[in-house]
């Protein structure tokens, strides 16, 4: 039974009673045009729907806790990160503010806490070195006050700029490359992220945090770095200023280090079998230091750096500054992928957890929008936090709703606590920033099993984070995406070829090299599968595997060991399976991997027919999926593929030939 007799016995519908059907489902599910539009502009706010089905006596409490432990651990955070950006740690705390309260309106998971994270806080650090050469301060006087402010230089940038301005624009770029990419539906670029590619990029950027947090643990002053073998570059700043060590500073740091690395390895561990609710250790320790260095005056009498400046309240709203978009697009484009690939990873993997639904797209709307309304603050671009969204999905959040609580800490903090916090020392957030990157190091641990499973998504790993130490993380996303590419388009150009075997009844088909109960239908007969897709890229390899099959005149020769079932001696000489008498040689082509053909494929499957034809040996194709089988069907290829040249199925084909038992 060819496909044809297939078809007519099972009743397939033709193409015009397909498209009929469609039409006639579109039809009953037919809306206005006003309640199309009505449903997409609520579409952009979950809150609505999720909102009202609140239940206050089962979730408030959880929803309250989470809230508030978010709320401790991103205030040290916060500011942390901001050093690494490059600006005043208020600025962190503004970033963990504005933009996670945005994203309670727009967003779809209930457990990924936005805010300010190490990747991004880099990558905006050196968009910072690259536009800011060098800054000034001047103090002026009227009567008894006096005012000192800042005048910043840039050699890129031809009119006045402060990091405020830059950052500000920064995100309101970034907000705009997501809107963008949720309008044309680009989610599908994060699905070339693979969790190797993420990991070797992250691990790569580790690096560079690392390296950019050793002169605040020094206690010395080295120059920010960026570009090609920025890394290298910024460990020799460091070693030629070692000399200049600040003692105090770097054993502050040392305890810094001891004391969070203990409480986070062992004591949260034990503590988290007693309570779901952490001890806010990082809280602790910036409190406990900020104590001492307002107490001791590490500042004046010992020289150590602290926060200083925190202004209190809120900066009044303000439009970016639109004339910095073409210098920073580039920066923007790279930071607009990176803050959604952190996000929609957790989100993916919490709601798989708890198991309700994260929408790919409504997410990047909820990232766009989100950054475009912070922008009229000094934030820079935020993203997932994996620490905090971690303890807030451990707290028991069960709703977006903890950002409320998280905001209102982190809004005590800014418009009251801030100036409280101007003595801490900066290596103390250093110290924070550093510990915390120890997730992101152990992902090396990744590395054998991934040799052990396949050296693809190991080269894919060992190349991202190659190229982003050597390089900046820009450029080293870029090489990540160069070989995540290239390794697509090596599997699906040289794909595998096997000859498959069966059992005596042929109920099975599988490849004769891995199972050594089967047996090949005999000589004459070869049936191959061609595991991929086949289009223009592959279908060269596709025509050489079938010409030499044409060309082996004896087609299989292989003698198959294969014992009878009632005699186990392993002395047992081989039996050799005789070959079936069939008119002409037959190559039967199981085309189920065949997820789709392009023009060339559909091309080589007609050349190839008229090749074996030609050296009197029938090529059958078999198991076709319904995509291609429709291209197939196209009056450009029935002349060359009859219907006597397709098949249901593998065993339809040989029991055509009159192949019904081995």
Not at 325 to 336: C, E, G
Not at 531 to 546: D, M, Q, V, Y
Not at 583 to 595: E, G, M, N, P, W
Request: charged share 15%; proline share 5%; with cysteine.
């Amino acid at each position: 039974m060819n496909q044809d007799k297939f078809d007519e016995g099972y009743q397939r519908l033709t193409h015009e009673q397909l498209i009929h059907r469609r039409k006639k489902l579109t039809e009953n599910n037919k809306v206005s045009f006003g309640t199309l539009l009505k449903n997409k502009f609520l579409s952009f706010f979950p809150i609505i729907y999720w909102l009202p089905q609140y239940r206050i006596s089962e979730y408030l409490f959880n929803d309250v806790i989470a809230g508030i432990t978010c709320g401790i651990m991103a205030v040290p955070q916060g500011m942390a990160y901001a050093s690494l950006a490059g600006v005043e740690p208020v600025y962190g705390l503004y970033s963990s503010f504005f933009t996670p309260f945005f994203y309670l309106f727009f967003g779809t998971s209930r457990h990924c806490a936005l805010g300010v994270f190490a990747v991004a806080s880099m990558m905006v650090g050196n968009v910072m070195t690259n536009l800011i050469s060098g800054e000034n301060t001047l103090v002026s006087s009227i009567g008894n006050v006096t005012h000192s402010y800042k005048i910043y230089r840039s050699n890129v940038i031809p009119f006045d700029v402060t990091p405020m301005t830059i950052i500000s624009a920064l995100t309101f770029t970034v907000g705009i490359f997501q809107l963008l990419m949720a309008t044309f539906r680009l989610t599908f670029v994060t699905t070339y992220m693979s969790d190797q590619m993420v990991a070797g990029y992250t691990a790569g950027s580790a690096f560079h945090v690392l390296i950019s947090q050793l002169g605040k643990v020094f206690g010395i002053k080295t120059p920010r770095r960026s570009g090609f073998f920025m890394l290298p570059k910024m460990i020799l700043d460091v070693i030629l200023a070692i000399q200049k060590t600040n003692f105090l500073a770097l054993g502050m740091s040392a305890v810094g280090l001891i004391f969070l690395f203990i409480t986070r390895e062992y004591f949260n561990p034990w503590f988290a079998t007693v309570s779901r609710i952490p001890i806010p250790f990082e809280l602790i320790l910036v409190i406990v230091m900020t104590a001492l260095s307002k107490t001791l005056d590490f500042e004046s009498k010992f020289n150590v750096s602290i926060v200083k400046h925190i202004p209190q309240g809120i900066p009044p709203p303000e439009a970016p500054d639109f004339r910095l978009i073409p210098y920073i697009w580039i920066d923007a484009l790279t930071l607009s992928i990176i803050c959604y690939m952190f996000l929609i990873s957790m989100a993916k993997l919490f709601a798989k957890k708890h198991r309700y639904k994260v929408d790919d797209n409504q997410e990047l709307y909820a990232l766009g929008f989100s950054s475009i309304l912070s922008s009229m603050f000094p934030v820079y671009p935020a993203g997932g936090s994996l620490s905090r969204s971690s303890v807030c999905e451990m707290s028991g959040a069960k709703s977006q709703l903890y950002v409320i609580f998280t905001s209102s800490l982190l809004l005590i903090v800014i418009l009251w606590l801030g100036p409280l916090l101007e003595p801490l020392p900066m290596c103390i957030l250093a110290c924070i920033v550093i510990v915390s990157l120890k997730g992101l190091f152990m992902q090396f641990k990744q590395l054998p099993r991934l040799w052990r499973v396949s050296k693809y998504d190991f080269i894919i790993w060992a190349v991202s984070c190659g190229a982003t130490v050597l390089s900046d993380p820009s450029v080293g996303l870029l090489a990540s995406f160069t070989i995540i590419l290239l390794s697509v388009l090596l599997r699906e150009q040289w794909p595998k070829a096997r000859r498959l075997y069966t059992t005596r009844e042929m109920d099975t088909f599988k490849d004769g090299s891995l199972y050594g109960s089967l047996s090949p239908i005999g000589n004459g007969v070869v049936i191959l599968k061609f595991e991929s897709p086949l289009h223009f890229a592959n279908c060269g390899r596709f025509r050489k595997k079938i010409n030499e099959i044409i060309e082996d005149e004896n087609f299989i020769t292989v003698t198959v060991e294969k014992q009878p079932e009632s005699i186990l001696d392993e002395n047992l000489t081989s039996i050799i399976m005789q070959p079936i008498g069939v008119d002409r040689r037959l190559i039967i082509v199981d085309c189920s991997a065949f997820s789709y053909i392009d023009t060339m494929g559909a091309e080589a499957m007609c050349e190839s027919r008229k090749l074996a034809l030609e050296a009197n040996i029938n090529l059958v194709y078999a198991d076709i999926p319904e995509q291609v089988l429709e291209i197939l069907r196209l009056k450009d290829f029935t002349d060359f593929l009859p219907p006597n040249a397709l098949y249901p199925t593998i065993r339809a084909a040989l029991k055509d030939a009159g192949i019904d038992r081995l």
